[in-house]
């Protein structure tokens, strides 16, 4: 049962450097999602998708942009890292609202 | 706006007690989802336990029972019979049907269990 698989689980950039994050879910979910958990702040919606083929801003999505591949596949990039998108990132997925949402195991982001 | 606040950013409890960890919500939809989720010290998100807005009787999963109260938009958990496993940051998060299915969560509380 792999479930929500999020690559890589740790990384470092160097500030101005680009990544991307993968996230990929084998639960045939509509819905998938990005966030992000700073100390004290709790998860912050990054982007969003309802369904294959849609995104949407959450609340801080200034830096990043997002893919949705296909139905299974949710990626984030950073275009240009800054030392403020140092954080832990998540990626989770849902089939609707009414059920809660599934997580992957977290990427540690260190930008320096 | 929807929001979810958590008062608490630390909560102690002796071991086998029974602990509430406070959770409110504002939204103006009326079909909304809540949840508890658990966070150990290993990072993983857990899911807990979940209330429909329409529920009429309040959740419960073994050990942990959400007090829903709708007309004071609280969503409290109740975790009964404390043990030492259960130290961890514990997030409230409500879902909301109207919006895409997003998901916004709360800062979060830190339980720690004393034996």
């Known amino acids: 049962n792999a479930g929500v698989t999020q690559t890589p689980k740790f990384q470092v950039l160097k500030t101005g450097q680009s990544m991307t994050l993968q996230c990929a879910q084998d639960?045939?979910?509509?819905?998938m999602y990005w966030y992000r958990q700073d100390p004290g702040m709790g998860l912050r919606l990054i982007y969003y998708?309802?369904?294959?083929?849609?995104?949407d801003k959450g609340e801080v999505p200034n830096g990043y942009n997002v893919s949705r591949l296909n139905k299974r596949e949710f990626s984030l990039r950073l275009e240009s890292a800054a030392p403020s998108q140092t954080s832990v990132y998540f990626c989770?997925?849902?089939?609707?609202?009414?059920?809660?949402?599934?997580f992957g195991q977290g990427t540690r982001l260190t930008v320096v | 706006a929807q929001k979810i606040t958590q008062t608490q950013p630390g909560m102690f409890v002796q071991e086998k007690e029974a602990v509430t960890l406070d959770c409110t919500y504002d939204?103006?939809?009326?079909?909304?989802?809540l949840f508890w989720y658990k966070q150990p010290s290993s990072g993983e998100m857990i899911f807990l336990i979940y209330?429909?807005?329409?529920?009429?009787q309040n959740a419960t999963e073994g050990r942990y029972s959400l007090n829903f109260q709708k007309a004071r938009k609280s969503a409290n958990l109740v975790i009964s019979a404390s043990q030492l496993g259960d130290s961890a940051m514990y997030f409230c998060?409500?879902?909301?049907?109207?919006?895409?299915?997003?998901?916004?969560f709360g800062t979060g509380t830190s339980l720690t269990v004393i034996p």
């Open positions: 989770a997925s849902s089939q609707r609202s009414r059920i809660e949402a599934f």
């Open positions: 209330q429909g807005s329409y529920d009429q």
């Open positions: 998708s309802a369904s294959e083929g849609t995104t």
């Open positions: 639960m045939n979910h509509n819905s």
């Open positions: 939204t103006s939809d009326p079909s909304y989802g």
């Open positions: 998060a409500m879902s909301l049907i109207n919006t895409g299915n997003q998901f916004y």
